[in-house]
């Protein structure tokens, strides 16, 4: 069965500075897509970033970046010039196929990031 | 552009009672997806659906049914609560499309409490 591991269950920062949490993966698959999804205090799931897994190239969305290393298995995200409102759960996701043929997400446990002032 | 809607928003249920979740997409997604999500953990799938009429268990399963008559609503039935089943409940959708699998979205989630 494919599980993400995220190994840092608590991480903090310093408003403007740069973060990079860890993620790692276990498949067997070699088509597939990794996600980074935010959940801030409202509880709201907010997608940061997508990654598929046949481009080479890392994804960007601004101020997020990630670097994914198929062969290792490991999709880290990257906060540059981190702000107050970056304070939140972020949770990896890697998508595979369910028995029925349907695509489902599979989540880490998450890392809770607090951006201090 | 509504997205994804979950009612309630909270609920509290004493054992043995039942309910249903409400969720309802706008988006014409064909796929959708009932999540639980425990404290400290990541979302675990219960039920998904690939299509109205066709519905499939995830993987915590037990104690819930689904089922899919339209393609914009996807209501999550908890029968006979327990305690086990007091979580935050996520509701999401995404759709395949020619060059692959796009706009996983998810509602705001229910907060779900059984005393």
């Known amino acids: 069965a494919q599980t993400v591991t995220q190994s840092q269950p608590e991480m903090s920062v310093q408003e403007a500075e740069t973060v990079t949490l860890s993620c790692t993966y276990d498949t067997s698959e070699n088509n597939y897509y990794l996600f980074w999804y935010k959940q801030p205090p409202s509880r709201q799931m907010i997608l940061v970033i997508r990654q598929e897994a046949y481009k080479q190239q890392n994804a960007t969305e601004n101020r997020f970046s990630v670097n994914f290393q198929k062969a290792a298995k490991s999709f880290s995200l990257k906060i540059s010039d981190s702000q107050l409102g970056d304070t939140a759960m972020y949770f990896c996701?890697?998508?595979?196929?369910?028995?029925?043929?349907?695509?489902?997400?599979?989540f880490g446990k998450g890392t809770k990031l607090t951006v201090n002032p | 552009n509504a997205g994804v809607t979950q009612t309630p928003k909270f609920r509290i249920l004493k054992i043995g009672q039942s309910m249903t979740l409400q969720c309802a997409q706008d988006?014409?997604?064909?796929?959708m997806y009932w999540y639980r999500q425990d404290p400290g953990m990541g979302l675990k799938l219960i039920y998904y659906?690939?299509?109205?009429?066709?519905?499939d268990k995830g993987e915590v399963p037990n104690g819930y049914n689904v089922s899919r008559s339209t393609t914009e609503d996807f209501p999550l039935r908890l029968e006979l609560a327990a305690p086990s089943q007091t979580s935050v409940y996520f509701c999401?959708?995404?759709?395949?499309?020619?060059?692959?699998?796009?706009?996983?979205?998810f509602g705001s989630g229910t907060r779900l409490t059984v005393v």
């Open positions: 659906s690939v299509g109205a009429g066709i519905t």
């Open positions: 999401a959708s995404s759709y395949e499309g020619l060059t692959g699998h796009y706009g996983y979205t």
């Open positions: 996701a890697f998508m595979t196929k369910t028995q029925g043929g349907s695509e489902k997400l599979v």
């Open positions: 988006m014409n997604h064909n796929y």
